[in-house]
């Protein structure tokens, strides 16, 4: 799950089979959430589309929480810092897949037969 926010964007992957749990959001925090449970990050395509998503999220908080006479420079760097924490969570949430994947090839090839 991606949880985007303007005082900390946050990206959780929750997956099928170590769920990561979320802190709850500080009350002045204002969040949204993208569910990429069963999102394949290794795929290129998929990687697009969650960051095409990330993007989205972060410009409807940013817009929510940053007054209207700071737009400009305040927007942008919001949704700039949004974007950035949410890929580096994503490269995490990656890398947890991959890992999860050489677990169960190496549970596979090493089961005893019978």
Known sequence: ?????FFAAMLFAAL??????APAPA???????????SVDLSN??????????????AAE??????PEDDRY??????????????HEQMKA???RQETMAKTRFAATAHAPRG
């Open 16 to 21: 099928p089979v170590a769920a990561v749990a």
């Open 44 to 57: 290129d395509a998929n990687w697009d589309r969650v960051s095409d998503q990330v993007a989205a999220a």
């Open 1 to 5: 799950m991606i949880r985007t926010s």
């Open 61 to 66: 908080v940013c817009e929510r929480v940053v």
């Open 93 to 95: 949430a990656l890398a």
């Open 27 to 37: 009350p002045d925090t204002v969040s949204t959430s993208i569910d990429i449970s």
């Open 73 to 86: 420079f305040d927007i942008e760097s919001c949704e700039k810092r949004a974007r950035q924490d949410a």
